[in-house]
């Protein structure tokens, strides 16, 4: 990501309170395609984020919980970072 681009903090916490430091670097949203590649962002019903400091944050959980820990529905995600990841290149 550059510089002067807003980075949008990553909204990992971890089991001690500490939020992470790191910034979201990519995210990929699911929901009906409708047949293409990509979905329409009223129709999105979950985000999955990666971290620029621990990927996904699953660490040595690798099964489903690890993956779970950065995935969010849409309401879960702090004011304006749903608009701000439609707004920037982060989804892929």
């Known amino acids: 990501m ?3 681009m807003t980075t949008i903090p990553c909204p990992f916490v971890y089991a001690n309170g500490k939020h992470c430091q790191g ?3 990519m995210a990929r949203a699911y929901g009906p ?3 293409s590649h990509y979905v329409a962002q009223e129709e999105v019903r979950k985000y999955r984020l990666w971290c620029s400091e621990k990927e ?9 919980e690890g ?8 309401r ?3 004011p304006g970072v749903e608009n701000e990841l439609w707004q920037s290149d982060l989804l892929g």
Do not use: I
């Not at 993956?67 to 849409?74: D, H």
């Open 2 to 4: 550059e510089d002067d």
């Open 23 to 25: 910034h979201v670097r």
């Open 33 to 35: 395609s409708r047949g």
């Open 56 to 64: 996904d944050h699953a660490g040595a959980v690798r099964t489903n």
């Open 67 to 74: 993956k779970l820990r950065m995935e969010f529905y849409p």
């Open 76 to 78: 879960e995600l702090a």
